[in-house]
C-alpha cells in the first residue's frame, strides 16, 4: 500500500499552491463583494493547464484525472480561494463530454475548458424534484432536426460566467410513455432562456441561478452522444466526479481556516501566554485537524478507486469523502472562528467570509441525508427508506 502522491502530482500541488498564493482569499472576497468573477485566476490556472489535468491530451488536457482535478482544488481553497466552478466546469462537465460526447461535441467544447476559456455549467436541479430526481420535470421534445426544452431549474452556479449550460431534460424517445433522461448543451443566450439570479448568503464571486426555458430550440447535435439513451449513463459519469472535487475542496477550505486559526492562537495573548497554550483553545482546533486529515484520506481514496475505474466502490467512497469532508469543514471554520474571539466575525480576519460556503457543501450537491440513505442503503444492506 503506497500513499505518497506521484512527484508530478507533488509537483502540480506545490505549483498551484504557489499561483493560488498570489490571489489569496483577500482577492477571492473582494471580488465577491464587488460583483466581480475572479476571471484573471481562471484564466491563469487555465494557461497553466490545471484546470484540464484531468481532460484527455488529444483535447487540450493533461491526460491526468480526478485525482489531479481534487489536488488542484484542494489547493486552490486552502489558499482561500474555493473556485466552485471547478466542480461545475472541468469535473462534471468535461467527465460528461470526454466519455459520452460525440467526437464533435468532444472537439468543439473540451479544448476551451482545458485552456480555461470556456466554462460549461451543469443544471440538474428543479425546484420541485429536489434531492428526488425521479420528479424532474423539465422535458426535451423532438420536432424534425431540433428539440425544444420546458422547465425550470434552480441554483445553477456560474450561468452568468459560462457560454453553454449541460442540461438535464427527459425524452420520450423510447417510444414506452416513461421518460427517461438525456443531456443538452445548450447556449446560455438561447432565445427563450431566462435567468433569474438567487441572492444568496454565501460570500462567492460565483452565484446562483433559477433557469426558465420556455421552448428553447437546440438543434440535434446539442444532444450529449447524439443518442437519448446515452443520458443516464452520461449523468452518471458525471456524480462521482463531482463528490470528490466538492469534497476535496472543503478539504482545502477547511486547511485554510485551520491555519489562519492557528497563526492567530499563537500570537494572541490575553493573559500572559498565546491563548493557543490553553487546551480549551489548542484541543479542539487538534480535533478539527485530525476530522480533517482522516476526510483527505478518504478524498483521495475516493478519487483513486475513480481514476482505477472502480466506479462503484469509488461512488461509496465519493459519497463517503463528501459527508465526511463537508462535516470536517464545518467543523474547522466554526472552529477557527471561535478561537478568532471577536476578530472571527470581522471583515479584516477573513475567517466568517468561509461560513455559508462550507455550510452548503453540507447540502450540495447531495445532501448529507442523502448520503446516509445511500450507505445505509447500499453499504449497510438496510431497506430503501424514503
Ligand atoms: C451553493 C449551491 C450551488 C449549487 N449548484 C448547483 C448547480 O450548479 N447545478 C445544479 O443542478 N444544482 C446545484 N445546486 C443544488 C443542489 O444540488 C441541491 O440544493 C441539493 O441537491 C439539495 O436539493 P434541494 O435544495 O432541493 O433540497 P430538498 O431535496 O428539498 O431537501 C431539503 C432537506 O430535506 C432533506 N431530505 C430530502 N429528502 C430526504 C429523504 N428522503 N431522507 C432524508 N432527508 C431528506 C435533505 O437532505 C435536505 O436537508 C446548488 C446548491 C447550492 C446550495
Redesign the pocket.
Known sequence: MNFDETPEQSQLRAAVAAMAARYGHSYYVSKAKSGGHTDELWAEAGKLGYLGVNIPTEYGGGGGGITDLAIVGEELSAAGCPL?LIV?SPAIAATILAKHATEAQKQKFLPGIADGTMKI?????EPEA???SHRLATTARRDGDEWILNGR?C???GVDEAPYVLVVARTDEGGTGRLSPALFIVPTDAAGLTKSKID?E?VSPEN?WLLYFDDVRVPHDALIGGDPAAGLPALFSGLNPERITVAAGAVGTARYALSRAASYVSSRQVWGRPIGSHQGVAHPLAHAQIQVDLARLMVMKAAWLYDQGRDVEAGIAGNTAKYAAAEAAALAVDTAIQVHGGNGMTTEYGVATLLGGTR?TR????????IL?FVAQHVLGQAK??
Open positions: 466552485l461545475v455549467v451543469f443544471a440538474i436541479t429536489g434531492s428526488n431549474k441554483f445553477i452556479s444568496m454565501i446562483q452548503a447540502i450540495a450537491p447531495v445532501s448529507r441525508e442523502m440513505n427508506s424514503y
